[in-house]
């Protein structure tokens, strides 16, 4: 439902569908070096409809994103692509299949992320991609063996440690990950000892933020409320809650009401079972030691 003003109606709540294709327009539009008011001027419509379209909050046709589209030079396969786009712009939530191209992968993600208030995951077999280091990702997307290429390991490396600079953006968005066990005992790397200690020393670092709390879930809980996988749940001033999941070949957006519950409640969950900030920073610590020990052995055992 929305409202009326003037002509235009106004979304409460506007989709992630209408969102993406909102900020598709926009990238197009600044790529063309136009403001909202050349495109308006363009198509005869007000600057204020045109500014509601790419914010996802106004209804769009098929008819008006082509005009659109028109006027800011797209064809081809983009301008198909966004056309197929607007057939499902209303529905609730959204499944986006990876193709060759890391922007698109990650577009929606990073749109959301960088207009969050509160974000909240749970981790089991690896470091949440925001907490990773540089040596940690490129171990990981090395190993995991989808990229091959050297070029397209550097550019993923890239887009994840680029992401990463929302920790300490302004204002400060509260960020809470639920991290098991397994993920920080997990050799990563040829030279896994090194690299672990160095991913658990920025966990460390990190932890001292005052908008980032690490919460650490230990084996001895056993079954825990997240058994399901990892999953990320998305809270903006913007928009309503968003869960974020992501798969070998696609990522997958959820803001139904009773999907975005069920993920609360697993939170509600995790905080339960999980150790405290205090003991989480102990325990990781102490694994640092350990694998630091236990790597300065095999060192000197290599060199003897």
Same mark, same amino acid.
């Given at each position: ?135 940690? *990702?490129? &171990? ?8 091959? #290429? +050297?070029? %397209?390991?550097?550019?993923? $490396?890239? !887009? ?113 079972? *999980?150790? &405290? ?8 610590? #102490? +694994?640092? %030691?350990?694998?630091?020990? $236990?790597? !300065? ?8």
């Amino acid at each position: 439902m929305g409202w009326l003003y003037g002509r235009l109606v106004i979304k409460d709540k506007p989709t992630i569908r209408s969102r993406q294709l909102g900020a598709r327009l926009e990238l197009l539009m600044k790529a063309k070096q136009l403001s909202m008011r050349q495109v308006a001027k363009q198509l005869g419509m007000s600057a204020v409809w045109v500014s509601y379209v790419m914010h996802g909050r106004s209804p769009v046709s098929k008819v008006e994103v082509a005009r659109v589209l028109t006027v800011l030079g797209v064809v081809g396969e983009e301008y198909d692509e966004l056309m197929d786009f607007c057939d499902d712009v209303a529905k609730p939530g959204l499944l986006e299949k990876y193709d060759s191209r890391l922007p698109t992968q990650l577009r929606t993600l990073i749109w959301h992320e960088e207009r969050a208030t509160a974000i909240s995951q749970f981790h089991g077999c690896s470091i949440p991609g925001l907490l990773q280091t540089a040596d940690y *990702a490129r &171990s990981l997307i090395t190993e995991i063996g989808n990229a091959k #290429k +050297l070029d %397209v390991i550097d550019e993923r $490396v890239f !887009a994840r440690m680029s992401r990463q600079v929302i920790l300490t953006q302004e204002p400060l968005i509260k960020f809470e990950f639920f991290i098991h066990e397994f993920a920080l005992r997990l050799p990563i790397g040829r030279d896994n000892w090194t690299v672990m200690r160095g991913q658990l020393g920025d966990l460390l670092r990190l932890s001292n933020h005052s908008n980032v709390a690490i919460r650490v879930v230990l084996a001895d809980v056993g079954a825990h409320p997240a058994m399901a996988g990892h999953f990320q749940l998305i809270e903006s001033a913007e928009f309503n809650p968003v869960v974020y999941m992501d798969s070998e070949v696609s990522s997958l957006f959820l803001e139904e009401e009773n999907e975005i519950k069920a993920y609360q409640r697993v939170l509600r969950g995790l905080d339960g079972v *999980a150790l &405290s900030e205090a003991q989480s920073r102990e325990f990781i610590a #102490k +694994l640092a %030691v350990e694998l630091y020990s $236990v790597g !300065a052995q095999q060192n000197v055992g290599h060199l003897a």
